[in-house]
């Protein structure tokens, strides 16, 4: 079965930075379609960052220049470093990845808070 497990949520300061990453396991297919998404409660889930194909990425506005998104093929990971982390980062952050088929992780929780 296919899961994908993410790590490297946490506390952080206004400013900071926190770096997560998500593994696939549980298969043999390698994802080339990677995305990050969070979500507040009572809220709905938001894109934050995706990188597909080739490796072309896109982010959300309000993370643009901020956050990055990258992906190691061979460990069938993703990554998203986030910098200047403000209190408005602050959300529960999911990874998914696409072949012919969508899986999320189980999800993460950044706070942002002094």
């Known amino acids: 079965q296919v899961q994908l497990v993410e790590s490297g949520g946490g506390l952080v300061q206004p400013g900071g930075s926190l770096r997560l990453s998500c593994v696939a396991s549980g298969t043999t297919v390698t994802f080339y379609h990677w995305g990050w998404y969070r979500q507040v409660p009572g809220q709905e889930r938001e894109l934050v960052a995706r990188i597909v194909g080739g490796g072309q990425t896109d982010y959300a506005e309000s993370v643009k220049g901020r956050f990055t998104i990258s992906r190691d093929l061979l460990k069938n990971t993703v990554y998203l470093q986030m910098n200047s982390l403000k209190v408005e980062d602050t959300a529960v952050y999911y990874c998914?990845?696409?072949?012919?088929?969508?899986?999320w992780g189980q999800g993460t929780q950044v706070t942002v808070s002094s």
């Open positions: 998914t990845a696409a072949a012919g088929y969508r899986v």
